[in-house]
């Protein structure tokens, strides 16, 4: 098993949305709200233009952890919260570290960044390793 500590960074996760992945994202999770593809739309609610979908990217962050993880360990627990909006177009940067290391039980902090560096996804997860 590797050697994990506290404050150790995993490698980051870049993402580069496009429109085009929202509206597959919007059929595949059947949320068709106009925010997250209607340009005219998300404009006339207050927003500069569509925005990602929240669930997105919380699977961006779980992607993070699982391409860490790989075959090490099991994710037990996951969860985030949404400080911000991202948008298509824009890289959408995943970040974590460990935060505990007890047993084989490993805390991590993760969230996703805009280009300004902005922590717009705050989250955590709770990985087994060797599981």
């Known amino acids: 098993m590797m050697s994990l500590q506290v ?16 509206v597959q994202y919007a059929g595949a999770q059947g949320d068709f709200y106009e925010i997250h593809y209607d340009q005219a739309y998300a404009k006339s609610v207050g927003l500069p233009g569509v925005i990602l979908h929240g669930l997105l990217k919380a699977a961006f ?3 993070l952890i699982s391409d860490w993880l790989e075959e ?5 627990t996951f969860e985030v919260s949404y400080r911000g909006i991202d948008m298509p177009g824009q ?3 995943c970040r974590g570290r460990v935060t505990k290391v007890e047993g ?3 805390e991590i902090e993760v969230w996703g960044e805009d280009e300004d560096g902005k922590r717009t996804t705050l989250g955590s997860a709770t990985v087994q390793m060797g599981a």
């Open 7 to 22: 404050g150790q960074e995993i490698p980051e996760l870049v993402k580069h949305p496009t429109t085009r992945q929202l």
């Open 61 to 63: 962050l779980g992607q």
């Open 72 to 76: 090490r360990g099991r994710l037990k």
């Open 91 to 93: 890289p959408y940067r």
């Open 104 to 106: 084989d039980e490993v």
